[in-house]
């Protein structure tokens, strides 16, 4: 008889490690190693709560399954994320959350309130609580995106899934405005410790209806005949207060995002599409690459 799969490998580690999952459709999670050329199999039922993509501390089984080290989720060490996106069905008196997300392999239950339900709407709800394997995770309503099926509310919900918001917190809305109102004499005191590029020919490369010119490139001939590139960027910096409100947010955010029709910028208005655009005979501080 073949005992192979009932002994103990050399090669389980079964000491405590620590690593990210990735949860499949069917719930089965597998965790990456730093070190190991094997990933970890984690079964559905030895999640412990363990959703896609968190931080997890495992322990691996002693007996290899089909040829493949398992292990089992002890603590949750970071979420990587609490918002969620799907729809609420309602059963047995209870409101179930469903995600969208199919890698998400457990309804939610949502938290009574005085407010009316939203059925057959597109929801964004916050993961408040989940501490046994053996119940549903409790979520709140933060955010009603719309009629299922409409377009409107398909991008809403590509937003949401991935953690944004449609508008900028209060502060760093207040923190856009006061840049752009002392942008003047702000420009008057960077003028005098920059270098001056105003004279060589700088252009974009962007359609007709773009709205954040973040980038441009200039050429010119030097006087031993040479052909110089230039590459500028905006200096995003020189107008952020570091670990200031809107520092913080586009940390947060870490990017725009370019929808089929709209763009979600990463920085205020003010900003993305006013003073760090290099739109055409305005003046902006930058920072040049050439070659």
Not at 31 to 58: C, S
Not at 74 to 89: D, Q, S
Request: glycine letters at 6%; a negative charge.
């Amino acid at each position: 008889m073949n005992t192979h799969s009932q002994q103990l490998p050399k090669d389980v580690d079964t000491t405590e490690m620590t690593g990210m999952i990735r949860i499949n459709s069917r719930g089965f999670g597998y965790v990456d190693i730093e070190g190991r050329d094997e990933d970890i199999e984690i079964a559905p039922e030895l999640l412990n709560t363990a959703l896609h993509r968190d931080i997890v501390k495992i322990v691996p089984k002693p007996k290899r399954r089909a040829g493949r080290i398992r292990g089992e989720v002890i603590e949750i060490i970071e979420r990587a994320k609490t918002r969620f996106v799907g729809v609420l069905e309602e059963e047995q008196g209870f409101v179930f959350f469903k995600p969208d997300d199919k890698r998400c392999y457990i309804d939610f239950i949502i938290e009574r309130s005085e407010k009316e339900i939203p059925f057959g709407q597109k929801v964004a709800v916050e993961l408040t609580r989940w501490s046994s394997p053996k119940k549903n995770p409790l979520a709140k309503i933060v955010e009603v995106l719309g009629l299922v099926g409409t377009h409107e509310t398909a991008m809403h919900s590509i937003v949401a899934e991935q953690g944004f918001d449609w508008n900028f917190p209060h502060e760093v809305e207040r923190e856009a405005d006061t840049i752009e109102k002392n942008n003047e004499a702000f420009f008057r005191d960077e003028v005098a410790r920059r270098r001056d590029f105003r004279g060589v020919p700088t252009f974009t490369i962007d359609p007709a209806d773009a709205k954040d010119f973040d980038d441009a490139i200039s050429v010119q001939t030097l006087e031993n005949g040479h052909i110089e590139i230039g590459v500028h960027i905006a200096d995003v910096s020189a107008y952020l207060q570091a670990e200031g409100p809107m520092d913080k947010e586009a940390q947060k955010r870490g990017t725009s995002i370019y929808l089929v029709d709209r763009t979600i910028p990463m920085l205020p208005e003010a900003l993305s599409n006013n003073l760090c655009s290099r739109r055409a005979g305005e003046t902006y501080c930058g920072k040049r690459r050439t070659f």
